[in-house]
C-alpha cells in the first residue's frame, strides 16, 4: 500500500486553499459518462520525539458542500474495509499510504473529512511509542474522529479524469503532550501535490544515530520536513511549490548546516543539493548542546487552539532559519527545546556544482550558541525573547503569555 513519490503525472489544477493533482486514466476503467474518479493517499512529516504514530483510518469522504453535516446527503466515501493502522513515520521521505479511490459527480467539491476510528477496549487504534522505549501509549483522539476531521477544501473533479489527492499529516504538530505521560492528537493536515518535486541528497551515514532532521524553510517557516534513509542517509523533501527554499539540517551535538536559496523550479524538478559519494556533513561540537525551556500561556485560554515554540537564527549575509519548534503542553503549557547547538552554524550558498562548500558563521543574530525564541498560536499576537544564551549552562525559564 506504501509507494514512493517517485512516480509522475500532470499537474493539474490548483487554487488558493488546495494543491491537485490530475492524471489521466479513471484507475480499473474509464469512468460512467458524467463522472470523475478521486484518489486519496497520505504522507507526513517526521514526528518529534516518537519512534511510531499510529492512527487508524476508517474513512475518507468528500461532500460539495462546505458546510454539509456528517448525516446529510451527498456524501461519496472512499472507505478501508478493514480500517488500516498506520504508522505515519514509516511515509517521510516522500512516501505515500494509498487509501484508495472512488467515482464522482462531476463537479466542484468543498468540503472533505478524514475518519479515523477511536480507542475502544484493550486495543490501541491510534498510539504513539515515545523515543528510546518500547511503550505503546493510547493517543486520545477528539470526538472529531466519529464524524471525520473536517477538512474545507476545493477541488473540481472533471467528467472521464482522475483527480488526486495527498494528505499531509503533521505529526510532529499533531501530538501534543496533556500532562503525566499522556499524549493528544490534534490532527494538523494540509492537501498538497501528488506530482513529484523536490529537494534531494545524502547526509554523511554516520551521522544517523543523532536525530538528523532535515527541511525546507522559507523566511524561518518549515515547509516542509522528513528524516534522512536509515541505511542510506539519502533525503528527499517532497511536494514543493516552485520557489526559493532554505534546506536546514540539524543533528544532536553537531552544528547547523543551512544550504540558502536552494531553486525548486516547477512542480516536476528535482534539484539535487549533495550526492552519495560527497554526502553533506555536520561538524561536531566541541561543547554539550543547551536547552532552552518555560511556559505559553495563551489569554484568553482557548479549547481548539495550540501553542508552538521556535528556537530561531538569522545570518548576517542570508536567512533567517528554525534550529527546533515544539508544541506546547496542552495541560501546563510547558515546553523544553533541548539540543540547541552551543556553536557557529555552518551556511552553504546553493549551486549546481557540487560538493556545496560551507562556511562557519560566527556572526549570526542574536550569536553563536543564542537564539530567538518565538511562542505562537492562531488567533494570538507572536511573541519573541530577542536573545537567549544557551552557552552559559542552565537558564531562566523564558515564559510568555499570548494575547489576540
Same mark, same amino acid.
Given at each position: 500500500?506504501?509507494?514512493?513519490?517517485? $512516480?509522475?503525472?500532470?499537474?493539474?489544477?490548483?487554487?488558493?486553499? /488546495?494543491?491537485?493533482?490530475?492524471?489521466?486514466?479513471?484507475?480499473? =476503467?474509464?469512468?460512467?459518462?458524467?463522472?470523475?474518479?478521486?484518489?486519496?493517499?497520505?504522507?507526513?512529516?517526521?514526528?518529534?520525539?516518537?519512534?511510531?504514530?499510529?492512527?487508524?483510518?476508517?474513512?475518507?469522504?468528500?461532500?460539495?458542500?462546505?458546510?454539509?453535516?456528517?448525516? %446529510?446527503?451527498?456524501?461519496? %466515501?472512499?472507505?478501508? !474495509?478493514?480500517?488500516?493502522?498506520?504508522? &505515519?513515520?514509516?511515509?517521510?521521505?516522500?512516501?505515500?499510504?494509498?487509501?484508495? #479511490? !472512488?467515482?464522482?459527480?462531476?463537479?466542484?467539491?468543498? #468540503?472533505?473529512?478524514?475518519?479515523?476510528? @477511536?480507542? +475502544?477496549?484493550?486495543?490501541?487504534?491510534?498510539?504513539?511509542? @515515545?523515543?528510546?522505549?518500547? *511503550?505503546?501509549?493510547?493517543?486520545?483522539?477528539?470526538?472529531?474522529?466519529?464524524?471525520?476531521?473536517?477538512?474545507?477544501?476545493?477541488?473540481?473533479?472533471?467528467?472521464?479524469?482522475? +483527480?488526486?489527492?495527498?494528505?499531509?499529516?503533521?505529526?510532529?504538530?499533531? /501530538?501534543? *503532550?496533556?500532562?503525566?505521560?499522556?499524549?493528544?492528537?490534534?490532527?494538523?493536515?494540509?492537501?498538497?501535490?501528488?506530482?513529484?518535486?523536490?529537494?534531494? =541528497?545524502?547526509?554523511?551515514?554516520?551521522?544517523?544515530?543523532?536525530?538528523?532532521?532535515?527541511?525546507?524553510?522559507?523566511?524561518?517557516?518549515?515547509?516542509?520536513?522528513?528524516? @534522512?534513509?536509515?541505511?542510506?542517509?539519502?533525503?528527499? &523533501?517532497?511536494?514543493?511549490?516552485?520557489?526559493?527554499?532554505?534546506?536546514?539540517?540539524?543533528?544532536?551535538?553537531?552544528?547547523?548546516?543551512?544550504?540558502?536559496?536552494?531553486?525548486?523550479?516547477?512542480?516536476?524538478?528535482?534539484?539535487?543539493?549533495?550526492?552519495?559519494?560527497?554526502?553533506?556533513?555536520?561538524?561536531?561540537?566541541?561543547?554539550?548542546?543547551?536547552?532552552?525551556?518555560?511556559?505559553?500561556?495563551?489569554?484568553?485560554?482557548?479549547?481548539?487552539?495550540?501553542?508552538?515554540?521556535?528556537?530561531?537564527?538569522?545570518?548576517?549575509?542570508? @536567512?533567517?532559519?528554525?534550529?527546533?519548534? #515544539?508544541?506546547?503542553?496542552?495541560?501546563?503549557?510547558?515546553?523544553?527545546?533541548?539540543?540547541?547547538?552551543?556553536?557557529?552554524?555552518?551556511?552553504?550558498?546553493?549551486?549546481?556544482?557540487?560538493?556545496?562548500?560551507?562556511?562557519?558563521?560566527?556572526? $549570526?543574530?542574536?550569536?553563536?550558541?543564542?537564539?530567538?525564541?518565538?511562542?505562537?498560536?492562531? =488567533?494570538?499576537?507572536?511573541?519573541?525573547?530577542?536573545?537567549?544564551?544557551? *552557552?552559559?549552562?542552565?537558564?531562566?525559564?523564558?515564559?510568555?503569555?499570548?494575547?489576540?
Amino acid at each position: 500500500m506504501k509507494n514512493s513519490l517517485r $512516480t509522475l503525472c500532470s499537474f493539474g489544477a490548483m487554487s488558493t486553499v /488546495v494543491l491537485l493533482a490530475s492524471c489521466g486514466g479513471g484507475g480499473d =476503467g474509464a469512468p460512467a459518462a458524467g463522472t470523475g474518479t478521486l484518489g486519496v493517499a497520505m504522507t507526513d512529516a517526521p514526528s518529534c520525539g516518537f519512534d511510531a504514530v499510529n492512527v487508524t483510518v476508517n474513512k475518507v469522504r468528500v461532500h460539495q458542500s462546505a458546510t454539509a453535516n456528517e448525516n %446529510d446527503a451527498g456524501w461519496a %466515501d472512499i472507505t478501508l !474495509t478493514p480500517a488500516r493502522k498506520i504508522n &505515519l513515520l514509516n511515509l517521510t521521505n516522500g512516501a505515500l499510504e494509498d487509501l484508495g #479511490q !472512488t467515482p464522482l459527480t462531476a463537479g466542484h467539491y468543498t #468540503q472533505l473529512r478524514l475518519v479515523l476510528d @477511536p480507542n +475502544t477496549g484493550a486495543g490501541l487504534a491510534n498510539s504513539v511509542i @515515545p523515543s528510546g522505549t518500547s *511503550t505503546e501509549i493510547s493517543l486520545d483522539t477528539p470526538s472529531a474522529v466519529q464524524s471525520g476531521i473536517k477538512l474545507i477544501n476545493q477541488f473540481d473533479v472533471a467528467s472521464g479524469q482522475r +483527480t488526486d489527492l495527498v494528505l499531509d499529516f503533521d505529526a510532529c504538530k499533531s /501530538v501534543v *503532550t496533556k500532562g503525566n505521560g499522556k499524549y493528544a492528537l490534534k490532527p494538523v493536515i494540509t492537501v498538497i501535490p501528488t506530482v513529484v518535486n523536490g529537494i534531494d =541528497g545524502f547526509i554523511n551515514p554516520a551521522l544517523l544515530n543523532n536525530h538528523v532532521m532535515v527541511s525546507a524553510q522559507q523566511n524561518g517557516v518549515v515547509v516542509r520536513s522528513t528524516v @534522512p534513509n536509515a541505511a542510506t542517509g539519502e533525503f528527499f &523533501l517532497a511536494r514543493l511549490v516552485p520557489g526559493n527554499y532554505d534546506v536546514v539540517l540539524t543533528a544532536d551535538n553537531r552544528a547547523t548546516a543551512v544550504i540558502a536559496a536552494v531553486p525548486v523550479a516547477s512542480t516536476t524538478s528535482t534539484v539535487v543539493v549533495s550526492s552519495n559519494s560527497t554526502p553533506i556533513d555536520l561538524q561536531a561540537a566541541a561543547t554539550p548542546p543547551g536547552a532552552i525551556s518555560g511556559t505559553v500561556v495563551l489569554n484568553p485560554v482557548s479549547a481548539t487552539e495550540i501553542a508552538y515554540v521556535a528556537a530561531k537564527q538569522s545570518f548576517s549575509a542570508g @536567512p533567517t532559519v528554525t534550529i527546533k519548534y #515544539q508544541g506546547v503542553d496542552v495541560a501546563s503549557g510547558a515546553y523544553a527545546l533541548s539540543n540547541l547547538p552551543t556553536v557557529a552554524p555552518q551556511l552553504g550558498q546553493y549551486s549546481a556544482a557540487l560538493p556545496i562548500m560551507f562556511a562557519t558563521q560566527p556572526n $549570526t543574530t542574536p550569536g553563536t550558541g543564542k537564539y530567538v525564541v518565538e511562542a505562537s498560536a492562531n =488567533g494570538y499576537v507572536t511573541q519573541s525573547n530577542l536573545s537567549v544564551n544557551v *552557552t552559559t549552562g542552565n537558564q531562566p525559564a523564558i515564559n510568555f503569555t499570548l494575547t489576540p
